[in-house]
């Protein structure tokens, strides 16, 4: 079912036809004319049965005694088909915000989303006829093209060699997005925008994962210092060794490169210890 324009007039136009048929159907029945009068208020019925009034931003898909006939999307005062049933479908864009789902991520950990959904009807036919309540279609496809994007990605990338939903949450709203035009394509219904509005690790295991984040944190700081001071410990050696300020043996290499590690990687500040004699 594709969405087609329906025959409309001007519903001003019907009217001043009914006013006009009123006006001969009083008359009509002043003197005593019953059979005119009669035939006139049937057309009088039977005009006014096609009036519909459509709001901006509003589609009136118009069937007849089960036949489609055609969408209205101009807002306005109409006559079509009388005796035609209007279904009134908002063209508004509307946001979906849908709840928050304890899904398991790829690596089975159990996390909480929630997203939201900037959809648009696009096709009244399809969203009427297609679906049996595209609103509600709109809320289940959209949860479950949800649980299956979050089962693909690990929530956060320990060893950043990969794809996260934690650090690619732009990709991953795209890949939601793309999946729920793919699904509500079928109801007539354009996907805007995607985006993630909550992300969690469930709070059955939300402690643990702290306390691994925290470690693995930890552990890049101190890779990252450890590198620090062993290029500055070489730089201070080449530059002694550059300038001839000092002459020094590996032994007393390995005891100034200890010194300068111990002094930069440890957490806490340096105790100075003056050495008064000699190092052998």
Do not use: C
């Amino acid at each position: 079912m594709n969405e087609r324009k329906a025959w409309k007039v001007n519903g001003f136009i019907a009217v001043l036809l009914i006013m006009l048929l009123l006006a001969g159907s009083i008359y009509s029945f002043v003197r005593m004319n019953f059979i005119p009068g009669i035939l006139m208020s049937v057309a009088i019925i039977f005009f006014a049965a096609g009036l519909h009034i459509v709001q901006p931003n509003q589609a009136a898909v118009l069937i007849f005694f089960g036949k489609y006939l055609g969408s209205i999307r101009e807002p306005g005062f109409w006559f079509t088909v009388p005796f035609s049933l209007a279904k009134k479908v908002s063209l508004r864009v509307r946001n979906f915000n849908s709840e928050k789902l304890k899904v398991n991520d790829v690596e089975g950990n159990p996390i909480e989303i929630a997203a939201v959904v900037v959809i648009k009807v696009v096709d009244s036919a399809k969203a009427v006829f297609d679906v049996d309540n595209y609103e509600k279609f709109v809320e289940i496809q959209s949860e479950t093209a949800l649980r299956h994007v979050a089962t693909k990605y690990p929530y956060d990338d320990f060893d950043g060699s990969g794809s996260s939903l934690r650090g690619n949450a732009e990709e991953v709203a795209s890949e939601i997005a793309l999946e729920l035009q793919t699904r509500l394509a079928l109801a007539g219904v354009d996907v805007i925008e995607a985006r993630l509005t909550h992300l969690a690790y469930a709070t059955e295991i939300a402690s643990a994962m702290l306390q691994r984040q925290q470690a693995t944190a930890i552990i890049s700081a101190r890779q990252k210092i450890v590198e620090g001071a062993v290029g500055m410990a070489q730089m201070a050696i080449e530059q002694l060794m550059k300038d001839g300020t000092v002459e020094l043996d590996e032994e007393r290499k390995v005891a100034m490169i200890n010194n300068l590690l111990v002094a930069i990687v440890s957490d806490r500040a340096a105790q100075p210890v003056i050495n008064t004699g000699s190092l052998y």
